[in-house]
Antibody, heavy 116, light 113 residues
Framework: QVQLVESGGGVVQPGGSLRLSCAAS????????MHWIRQAPGKGLEWVAF????????DYGDSVKGRFTISRDNSKNTVYLQMNSLRTEDTAVYYC?????????WGQGTLVTVSS | DIVMTQSPDSLAVSLGERATINCKSS????????????LSWYQQKAGQPPKLLIY???TRESGVPDRFSGSGSGTDFTLTISNLQAEDVAVYYC?????????FGQGTRLEIK
């Protein structure tokens, strides 16, 4: 069955960096694009980033453009989110999901807290 | 980028009644080549990740009760929950899947009256 396991969250000071990982299994990872979605405490869902299956195309939400970088290692079935210049408003649970006509599988997410 | 706007922000409906949530996109999400609307609906219960209910505007995900139905085309869409059950209390989101920039609506909180 499909599994998506996010990790790498934690507490970081404003201006700091963090790298999130998402280990995927149960589907042909190297043939599908991947997305990161986030949800701030008590707030709605926000699309963060997309990476094409072969890494040839990527997109970012306006709020993270220039600060976050999405990447993947198809040999490890893992997608990453490098987050730099973190701000307090980046505090959220971060989810990875596989591309499709809808996000049919979600992990439990990883919590990132940006605070001094 | 496509902007998704839901209405209302919250609503309270009696058990057994019908709940209706609207979603409007800033541009059409209808792909003319296959005549499909790239619009999904999600349900998120407290403390849980979202759950996909409907994709292509009106196709129910496997296992989703037929009380949930989606309709609409182009820029205007509706999620209807018939015969409301207590377990339907949640926040509901629409999402454009028309491009790789997957915008969500702001969410609609559904409660029992």
């Amino acid at each position: 069955q499909v599994q998506l396991v996010e990790s790498g969250g934690g507490v970081v000071q404003p201006g700091g960096s963090l790298r999130l990982s998402c280990a995927a299994s149960g589907f042909p990872f190297s043939t599908l694009g991947m997305h990161w979605i986030r949800q701030a405490p008590g707030k709605g869902l926000e699309w963060v980033a997309f990476l094409r299956h072969d890494g040839s195309d990527k997109d970012y939400g306006d709020s993270v453009k220039g600060r976050f970088t999405i990447s993947r290692d198809n040999s490890k079935n893992t997608v990453y989110l490098q987050m730099n210049s973190l701000r307090t408003e980046d505090t959220a649970v971060y989810y990875c999901v596989k591309d499709g006509t809808g996000y049919d599988h979600w992990g439990q997410g990883t919590l990132v807290t940006v605070s001094s | 980028d496509i902007v998704m706007t839901q209405s209302p922000d919250s609503l309270a409906v009696s058990l057994g009644e019908r709940a209706t949530i609207n979603c409007k996109s800033s541009q059409s999400v209808l792909f003319n080549s296959n005549n499909k609307n790239y619009l999904s609906w999600y349900q998120q219960k407290a403390g849980q990740p979202p759950k996909l209910l409907i994709y292509w505007a009106s196709t129910r995900e496997s296992g989703v009760p037929d009380r949930f139905s989606g309709s609409g085309s182009g820029t205007d869409f509706t999620l209807t929950i018939s015969n409301l059950q207590a377990e339907d209390v949640a926040v509901y989101y629409c999402q454009s899947t028309y491009t790789h920039v997957r915008s969500f609506g702001q969410g609609t909180r559904l409660e029992i009256k």
